[in-house]
């Protein structure tokens, strides 16, 4: 039997849909069916470094438009 052949909830969670379900969760839009697959067969470090990663890229990109902003606004 090879990984194409189990269904979804009895596989881990790869690098895509953990990426996926970190945004999904920040945005608030996490699905059920999503959310119970990946508390069930995810690893909570896998997904508190997607976190803190996509939390350090979201604080890069407000902090940017804020610059941007700023100068534009000459100041």
């Known amino acids: 039997m090879g990984k194409s052949d189990k269904p979804d909830e009895e596989t ?3 690098f895509k849909q ?3 379900s970190t945004l999904a969760a920040a945005l608030g839009v996490q699905s059920s069916k999503n959310r119970e ?7 909570i470090k896998v997904f508190i470094a997607a976190g ?3 939390t350090a890229i979201f604080i890069g990109i ?3 438009v ?3 902003v700023l100068r534009n606004a000459g100041m």
């Open 12 to 14: 881990k969670p790869g």
């Open 52 to 54: 803190v990663i996509f």
């Open 66 to 68: 804020v610059k941007l």
């Open 37 to 43: 697959r990946d508390f069930k067969h995810g690893s």
């Open 18 to 20: 953990v990426l996926m």
């Open 62 to 64: 407000v902090i940017a």
